[in-house]
T-cell receptor, first 111, second 114 residues
Framework: LAKTTQPISMDSYEGQEVNITCSHN???????ITWYQQFPSQGPRFIIQ???TKVTNEVASLFIPADRKSSTLSLPRVSLSDTAVYYC????????????FGTGTRLKVLA | GAVVSQHPSRVICKSGTSVKIECRSL??????MFWYRQFPKQSLMLMAT?????????EQGVEKDKFLINHASLTLSTLTVTSAHPEDSSFYIC??????????FGEGSRLTVL
């Protein structure tokens, strides 16, 4: 059973900010939250990772409230090329931890 | 960044034959690799955990005799689909971390069984 719950799909328009929220009510103390992006017929690609509060990199921001039971991926000013499936994963050591994928969120960016 | 590579990216085979898919970590050593399969419009499903030098650990419902996994070195894991049938047609993806906090995924291998 997946440890995470996300909206199945979202639509947005080019130039808008997109926020995708993930619920992980049973997150463990040692778990990190990681978001991946997947295009059709490709493997998932790392976007961002965080443990608490806010993390920002060149492509996205990740907001994590104090209770860590949810997280929000924020994509600023999306473009058509951001149309993809976005997965939220939680777990501790990725070297040995068996990550279970949830449904992911299918984002469609419209012109 | 670290790279995980799969080969072949696409393979078509006849029903009843076996197909081998390779997963390599190009710039790090991976004692553990993971194999997933993905059907169209669906999420990734974990099939098995590949352990270097030991037997793979399979998820419930995955036939270990059909999906043979060999992790012979710290940079190579192979998945062999034996006696393939059309229902085995899928997108197979491997992943590894090399001790870092980020999990790296291969490009995926699309298997089509005729």
């Amino acid at each position: 059973l997946a440890k995470t719950t996300q909206p199945i799909s979202m639509d947005s328009y080019e130039g808008q900010e997109v926020n995708i929220t993930c619920s992980h009510n049973n997150i463990a103390t040692n778990d990190y939250i990681t978001w991946y992006q997947q295009f059709p017929s490709q493997g998932p690609r790392f976007i961002i990772q965080g443990y608490k509060t806010k993390v920002t990199n060149e492509v996205a921001s990740l907001f994590i409230p104090a209770d860590r039971k949810s997280s929000t991926l924020s994509l600023p000013r999306v473009s058509l090329s951001d149309t993809a499936v976005y997965y939220c994963l939680v777990g501790d050591n990725p070297g040995t931890y068996k990550y279970i994928f949830g449904t992911g969120t299918r984002l469609k960016v419209l012109a | 960044g670290a790279v995980v590579s799969q080969h072949p990216s696409r393979v078509i085979c006849k029903s009843g034959t076996s197909v081998k898919i390779e997963c390599r970590s190009l710039d790090f050593q991976a004692t553990t690799m993971f194999w997933y399969r993905q059907f169209p419009k669906q999420s990734l499903m974990l099939m098995a955990t590949s352990n270097e030098g030991s037997k793979a650990t399979y998820e419930q419902g995955v036939e270990k005799d059909k999906f043979l996994i060999n992790h012979a070195s710290l940079t190579l894991s192979t998945l062999t689909v034996t006696s393939a049938h059309p229902e085995d047609s899928s997108f197979y993806i491997c992943s590894a971390s090399g001790g870092r906090r980020e999990l790296f995924f291969g490009e995926g291998s699309r298997l089509t069984v005729l």
